[in-house]
C-alpha cells in the first residue's frame, strides 16, 4: 500500500488528489497540510486520519488542536510543519500541492528524506530547478509531474527513454481572453479573469492561465523535468484541451496523450505509477467533439510568455523574479488595487530592476522573492 503526504491539501490539486484516494481506497494518507483552511482540513483529517496535521499559522494550529482533541493526530505548524508533514516516516510519496515558493524548502527536505515527489508546485522547479533536479537524481528521487500538460509529456516519453527528443510540444487552451487584443483587455474585471473555459482550478493559476504567464511558468518547469533548452519547447494553443501536450522524436514521429479536461487523470497517473488504474468520469469522445485546431500564441499581446522564456534564458534568479513578481501582481489585481494588464507591467519593470545573481543558493532565491516583493510594494 502506498503511503502519502499532501501539502496543500485544501486546495484544488490535494481535493482533487483525496478524491483520488477516495476512489480507489488502497492509498493511506499519512499526513497533510493546509494554509489557514481549517475547517476543511478538520473534515479531511476526521475521513483520512493522518498521524500528522500542519497548518501555517501558529493561532490557527492551536484552534485545530482543540477541535481535533478527541483524536490521536498531532498538530504542527509553520515551516517546521511543513518539512516535518514531507519528512514523515511512514509515506512513500509527497504530493506537493502548495502554492508559491513555499515548496522549495519541504520538496529538498524530502528529497533528502528519499520520498517520491509527486510535483504539482511548479514555483519549486521554476525557481530552483537548478538545486532541485541535480539534488533528485544524488539521491534516485524520481519526480512525477501532476500539472496536466508535463503528465502527458512524461507519459508520452514512456517506452523512448533512449530516443532523442526533438521538440516538446507544449499546449495552452489560450485562456478565456485568447483572441482579444490589448484595447479589449484594458477593462478586464477579476470576474471576468476567473472564468476558464475548460479547467476548474485555484484562482491564482486561473489568473495565470488567462495571461498565459501560466504557460511561460511551464515552459520553464519543462526545460528542468525533461532536460531540454527552451529552443526545444514549442508553445501551441490548442482550444479545446484534449492533446494535453506531444512529445516529436528526431525521425519525426509525435507521441501526443489525449483525454478530457480532468486533472484527476494526471493526478493518479502519478499516485499509481507505472501502474494505470480505472477512473471514474467522463471519456473522450472524438466524434462528438468533432475537430481539434491549433494556433500560434498570440505574444505581442499576452507578453507574459515572452518574459518568461526570457526569464528561462537567463537564468540565475531572474525566473525567481518572474515568478515572485507575478505572485504579487496577481494578488494585487485580485484584491482589485490594479488594473489587468499592470500585472505584466510590474513583472516587467521587476526583471529589469531586480540585481541579477547567476547561481543562487535557496537563501538566495528566497531573497531575490522578499526583495522582489518589496520593489512592487513601493511602487504600487
Known amino acids: 500500500m502506498r503511503h502519502i503526504s499532501i501539502l496543500g491539501s485544501t486546495g484544488s490539486i490535494g481535493t482533487q488528489t483525496l478524491d483520488v484516494v477516495r476512489e480507489h481506497g488502497d492509498i493511506k494518507v499519512s499526513a497533510l497540510s493546509c494554509g489557514r483552511n481549517i475547517k476543511l482540513l478538520e473534515k479531511q483529517a476526521r475521513e483520512f486520519k493522518p498521524s500528522l ?32 508533514s514531507a519528512t514523515i516516516e511512514d509515506a512513500d510519496m509527497i504530493v506537493t500541492a502548495i502554492v508559491g515558493m513555499l515548496g522549495i524548502r519541504p520538496t529538498i527536505a524530502a528529497i533528502k528524506a528519499k520520498k517520491a515527489i509527486a510535483l504539482a508546485n511548479k514555483e519549486t522547479l521554476v525557481t530552483a530547478g537548478h538545486i532541485i533536479i541535480p539534488l533528485a537524481k544524488e539521491y534516485g528521487v524520481p519526480i512525477l509531474p501532476v500539472d496536466s500538460e508535463h503528465s502527458a509529456i512524461f507519459q508520452s516519453l514512456q517506452g523512448n527513454k533512449h530516443n532523442k527528443i526533438s521538440k516538446i510540444l507544449l499546449t495552452a487552451s489560450g485562456g478565456p481572453f485568447r483572441g482579444k487584443n490589448i484595447s479589449e483587455l484594458k477593462n478586464i474585471q477579476v470576474e471576468d479573469a476567473l472564468k476558464h473555459p475548460n479547467w476548474t482550478m485555484g484562482r491564482k493559476i486561473t489568473i495565470d492561465s488567462s495571461t498565459l504567464v501560466n504557460k511561460g511558468l511551464e515552459v520553464i518547469e519543462a526545460k528542468w523535468l525533461f532536460g531540454v533548452g527552451t529552443d526545444k519547447i514549442e508553445v501551441i494553443v490548442h482550444p479545446q484541451s484534449v492533446i494535453h501536450s506531444a512529445v516529436e522524436y528526431e525521425d519525426g514521429a509525435v507521441m501526443a496523450q489525449l483525454g478530457t479536461p480532468d486533472m484527476r487523470l494526471p493526478i493518479q497517473y502519478a499516485l499509481y505509477y507505472p501502474d494505470r488504474r480505472t477512473l471514474s468520469g467522463k471519456r473522450l469522445d472524438l466524434f462528438d467533439i468533432g475537430q481539434l485546431t491549433f494556433e500560434r500564441p498570440d505574444t505581442n499581446t499576452f507578453k507574459g510568455l515572452s518574459l518568461a522564456i526570457m526569464a528561462a534564458k537567463k537564468g540565475g534568479n531572474m525566473p525567481t523574479v518572474f515568478n515572485a513578481a507575478n505572485e504579487k501582481a496577481v494578488a494585487l489585481f485580485l484584491d482589485k488595487k490594479i488594473k489587468y494588464l499592470e500585472i505584466i507591467d510590474i513583472i516587467g519593470q521587476s526583471m529589469n530592476e531586480i540585481s541579477y545573481i547567476d547561481d543562487p543558493k535557496v537563501e538566495q532565491i528566497l531573497e531575490t522573492e522578499k526583495m522582489t516583493y518589496d520593489f512592487i510594494s513601493k511602487r504600487w
Open 53 to 84: 496535521v500542519s497548518v501555517w499559522d501558529k493561532n490557527d494550529a492551536e484552534e485545530l488542536r482543540v477541535k481535533l482533541a478527541d483524536t490521536d493526530i498531532k498538530v504542527s505548524y509553520g515551516m517546521e510543519g511543513l518539512i516535518e
